[in-house]
């Protein structure tokens, strides 16, 4: 949990177990490690049309359901023409 300080401000991106991708700035975190994001946005990937981007806002993520956080480099992510890009969706983690 220490480790979730340093991205606390910064833009990052999280899996979660059910193939989702949400996009957003980490305004914080608790000790279950659920995430608060604001201005985020759930990434949808197809590869028919690109990635769809979809407004979620303020947007609270429960720790148990997050996969993998990483933070995100704003000049690739500028660089990047999400329309361009096809990709078959993540599939759900099934226990």
Not at 71 to 89: F, G, K, M, N, Y
Request: aromatic share 6%; glycine share 8%.
């Amino acid at each position: 949990m220490a480790t979730l300080q340093g991205y606390v401000d910064h833009r990052v991106l999280l899996i979660l177990q059910d193939g989702r991708a949400i996009v957003g700035v980490m305004a914080g975190y608790d000790q279950k490690s659920n995430v608060v994001l604001s201005n985020s946005k759930e990434r949808v990937y197809s590869m028919d049309a690109g990635v769809e981007e979809i407004e979620l806002g303020l947007y609270l993520v429960k720790g148990d359901q997050i996969v993998l956080i990483g933070e995100l480099d704003e000049a690739l992510e500028q660089s990047v023409d999400l329309s361009t890009i096809r990709a078959e969706p993540i599939l759900p983690i099934r226990y």
